[in-house]
T-cell receptor
Framework: GAVVSQHPSWVICKSGTSVKIECRSL??????MFWYRQFPKQSLMLMAT?????????EQGVEKDKFLINHASLTLSTLTVTSAHPEDSSFYIC??????????????FGPGTRLTVT | DAKTTQPNSMESNEEEPVHLPCNHS???????IHWYRQLPSQGPEYVIH???SNVNNRMASLAIAEDRKSSTLILHRATLRDAAVYYC?????????????FGKGTLLTVNP
């Protein structure tokens, strides 16, 4: 199946700093990527939909100025957590849709990035 | 998105079949039933999907009720590596921008 990678796999940063997380589709081109956040013992929560060459669409309640998303190419989307605070500590997961699978739809997920803000 | 209801947790023994139920009484005619699973500290993984007919693949089988208001994911012989949270998700490509909405899922424990 298609492969999605994330970098870094884990990161520790100090409160007030910014952190960038990369999501890459390794063997296919992804016009649409998604960013999720998952707190311990909870389910995945969709944060935003990232479309190549256009602005991301954010879910209700997600601050677009705090979580900056850039989908600059068909294989790369980045999520930057700006001015991170301890409450932003979470597991961030990206996914990508395989083009052409309009009706069946199969989405491939990255391995996740564990962010800890101290 | 139409909602799904799954048991919070289930337990199975290794090499025995597992039947994971999902209720989706408000499913619409064009909603696909998708199953994903998430192993500990990993991103979710696609398992199987279907619309009306039962489906089989190398990972599992999906049995869909005739009225489509419920479905069952079947793992024919559970292994320890099948221990994960299993999510049943309804997906409708029309107008949803292909978003997946995850519920709480079922935590499957497999005993050796």
């Amino acid at each position: 199946g298609a492969v999605v990678s994330q970098h870094p796999s884990w990161v520790i940063c100090k409160s007030g700093t910014s952190v960038k997380i990369e999501c890459r589709s390794l063997d296919f081109q992804a016009t649409t990527m998604f960013w999720y956040r998952q707190f311990p013992k909870q389910s995945l929560m969709l944060m935003a939909t990232s479309n190549e060459g256009s602005k991301a669409t954010y879910e209700q309640g997600v601050e677009k100025d705090k979580f900056l998303i850039n989908h600059a190419s068909l294989t790369l989307s980045t999520l930057t957590v700006t001015s991170a605070h301890p409450e932003d500590s979470s597991f961030y997961i990206c996914s990508a849709r395989v083009p052409g699978s309009r009706d069946s739809y199969e989405q491939y997920f990255g391995p996740g990035t564990r962010l800890t803000v101290t | 998105d139409a909602k799904t209801t799954q048991p919070n947790s289930m337990e199975s023994n290794e090499e025995e079949p597992v039947h994971l139920p999902c209720n989706h009484s408000t499913i619409s005619g064009t909603d696909y039933i998708h199953w994903y699973r998430q192993l500990p500290s990993q991103g979710p993984e696609y398992v199987i999907h279907g619309l009306t007919s039962n489906v089989n693949n190398r990972m599992a089988s999906l049995a869909i009720a005739e009225d489509r208001k419920s479905s069952t994911l079947i793992l024919h012989r559970a292994t320890l590596r099948d221990a994960a949270v299993y999510y049943c998700i309804l997906f409708n490509s029309g107008g949803s921008n292909y978003k997946l909405t995850f519920g709480k899922g079922t935590l499957l424990t497999v005993n050796p």
